[in-house]
């Protein structure tokens, strides 16, 4: 008899759920059998009207596929470092701002130490600390998703914490976190990471022109979004100097591929074409905002995102997800602590946004037979 084999994997990684992604169209598709055209994809936050003509333009131009991207990404840093008016020695992009969450972790963590976490929020933050060996301590938003900022700042004390992530507007509910709030958690001895991914539709300034800036924040944005590019991943930080610096010797050398950096350097360039199409996006949220509270069983929280989140109330909101899928109208579900009986829906284009409002309409007519 041989030794006991050595574990393949890390025993924590082992234990650990994994992520859940949206799948992609042509699996809903298939499943739903239904023409993948058909489908109205409400899901998961992106941008229907996909990227800039500027941006496909230099994507078909494409000349050097072959060769490896600048893994210092000089033009599109510089390019943004003028379009945000910083120092381009202070930006890193990453293959997605998914990735840059990663790395923070990675540079900051070391086994057991603590990353602050506000549910309901974006999940990458407790996934990504539990993937670096670290310890996820949930401080949980108040019931109307602000954030509870004593509690932060008492779990603060614990040596072992390092971090902290603040999404602003907030996935799944679109609040965003007041400066003060920011103000009082930047004075904390820890790294305060907040994660601009829907910023461009709030109304409201970044934080990225925040002056002076503070040594311990990092704020993240993204061209998924407003810039509809989440197919290419191209997401990017403004970083602490003293941070940066270490951050670009865990960075894999070319993160960033070609085709993501012309797509995303086309859109700067493209910035009015883009904005156009963020207000057509804030007011089918506005619109989807109106009418989804005509409906007695959905309650629609107020949003600064390109999505709405509702409570459901007599239905159930697995049932409601269910019929608008049979139905071809994908949202998202949650069935986590701070989001029972909730969905979440994505802002799309007027024909969308209509579609979905039809189907809510016939399964409201459904029940009402049923009830009758
Ligand atoms: C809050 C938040 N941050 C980051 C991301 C990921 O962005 P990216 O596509 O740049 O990785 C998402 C995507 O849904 C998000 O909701």
Redesign the pocket.
């Known amino acids: 008899m041989g030794e006991l084999p050595r574990p393949l994997v890390r025993p924590d990684v082992a234990a650990m759920a994994p992520y859940v992604p949206v799948e992609p169209p042509e699996v809903w598709a298939a499943r739903l059998g239904l023409p993948e055209a058909r489908l109205i994809k409400l899901d998961a ?1 992106e941008n229907p009207y996909g990227p800039s003509p500027r941006a496909r333009e230099a994507l078909t131009r494409l000349a050097n596929g072959h060769i490896y991207p600048d893994p210092t990404q000089r033009a599109l840093r510089q390019a943004l470092a003028n379009w945000l008016g910083v120092d381009m020695e202070r930006i890193l992009v990453g293959h ?3 990735e840059l969450i990663d790395l923070i972790l990675r540079l900051v963590l070391r086994a057991g130490d603590v990353v602050l976490d506000c549910p309901p929020t ?1 999940g ?1 933050y407790r996934f990504c600390a539990a993937v670096c060996g670290g310890r996820v301590r949930a401080i949980p938003r108040r019931p109307d998703f602000s954030l509870d900022v004593p509690a932060l700042e008492a779990a603060a004390r614990d040596e072992r914490v390092r971090t902290v992530f603040i ?1 602003s507007p907030n ?1 799944p509910d679109g609040s965003v976190t007041p400066p003060e709030a920011i103000d009082r958690l930047l004075r904390l001895p820890i790294l305060v990471v907040v ?1 601009e ?1 829907y910023i461009e539709f709030s109304g409201l300034p970044s934080l990225m022109s925040r002056r002076p800036w503070a040594e311990n924040l990092i704020v993240l944005r ?1 061209f ?1 979004k407003w810039a509809g590019l ?1 197919g290419l ?1 191209v ?1 990017y930080g403004l970083f602490p100097p003293e941070f940066i610096e270490h951050l670009w010797k865990i960075k894999p050398p070319y993160n960033v591929n070609v085709a993501g950096a012309a797509a995303a350097l086309a859109s700067l360039e493209d910035e009015a074409f883009l904005q156009a199409n963020v207000a057509r996006l804030v007011a089918e949220r506005e619109r989807l905002q109106t009418e989804l509270a005509r409906f007695p069983f959905l309650h629609p929280y107020p949003s600064r995102a390109n999505f709405v989140l509702c409570r459901v109330s007599s239905l159930s909101a697995r049932h409601v997800w269910e019929a608008l899928r049979r139905r071809g109208v994908l949202v998202r579900y949650f069935d986590e602590p701070g989001l029972q009986d909730c969905i979440r829906i994505s802002s799309g284009t007027p024909a969308q946004v209509d579609a979905l409002l039809e189907a809510l309409r016939q399964i409201a007519e459904e029940e009402h037979g049923q009830a009758g």
Do not use: L, W
Request: proline share 0%.
């Open positions: 936050n997605g701002s998914d974006f990458m999404t996935n994660d991914a993204t998924s989440a991943r997401g």
